[in-house]
């Protein structure tokens, strides 16, 4: 891994006591872009990844796509006024329109140039467009990650801005000490974590602390983490039929800070094809997603005054019960370049 000590330093006067950064690169992954519903047929978006505008929009024919946000031409910001005609999409200063291969494919007024925008590589799986990004440029080195059943679909969500690396972020899902501590949770590991090339997996058990009736909900949570992007949590309620998922997806967006967007939904344990009953039961998937996005962005909160006052620590010393974080920086080592 790449640690702090060869990096430049960025100081933030609004951190307490004015710390430096110890700052992180931006690793390689697939990172949370948009989620598909706000990229309607016709939109175009801009979002932030690796201290860089990306502008995103949609085709007539519902493909998504996005692209390096400067026009070759004179440079104008597609996200700035920019806008879909067909499959192409036209930028706002002298309406040159470029085609979903980058090519220049028209000009109101006579021969396209040869021109050409540069397009990031994207999925969409579950409601989330997905970019990949790689410090060097290279290619995607493994396809975006496939975290629920093609058909499930995130339902409810909410995002903010984090003062810290992507992998801080990442990092908290395999800290088991903080969970009794700044989530009120129990914990019994099922599963130890197993890394799997860009993934790695583990089960908790976990359930509320407090008196033996309360302490009874315990709920089996099976973490796949994708990458330095993705963390998703599924957990089946068998008393309900169903199953619910919970993404964390974290987007590098510039020096040590990182978007954060949690999203939730809910599906039948056994699906079915659809049917008026299954149709009816839509309703009371989508309220437990909500549920449950409520609870885990409360549950959040701790986690973000944490990383927002925090530093990143290269050197950690760890002790007994942080076997996981051992594993996770070993791990994250493979996102990075070679020092
Ligand atoms: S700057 Fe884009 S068409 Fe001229
Ligand atoms: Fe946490």
Partial sequence: MVMGKDLPQVRDPHRPGGEPERELPYPSSWFFLALSRELTVGRVLTRRLANEDVVLYRTADGRPYAVRPYCPHLGAHFGSG???????????????????????????????????VEHHTIRERNGFVFGWYAPDGEPPAWDAPETAPPEVCATASWHTEVHAPVQELVENALDYRHLPVVHHVTLKELEAPQAQGPYMHARLRLGPTGPAPLAKFQVDHSFLVAGLGCLRIEHPLPPLGVVVYLWALHTPTGPARTRLQVATACADIRPSRPTAASLLRRPMHRALARTMLRIAVSKVQGDIRIWNAKRYEPRPRLTVGDEAIGLFRHWARQFYPAP
């Fill in 82 to 116: 920019g806008f879909v005609e067909g499959r192409n999409l036209v930028c706002p200063f002298h309406h040159f329109a470029f085609a979903p291969d980058g090519t220049c494919a028209g000009t109101p007024d006579g021969r396209p140039p040869r021109a050409r």
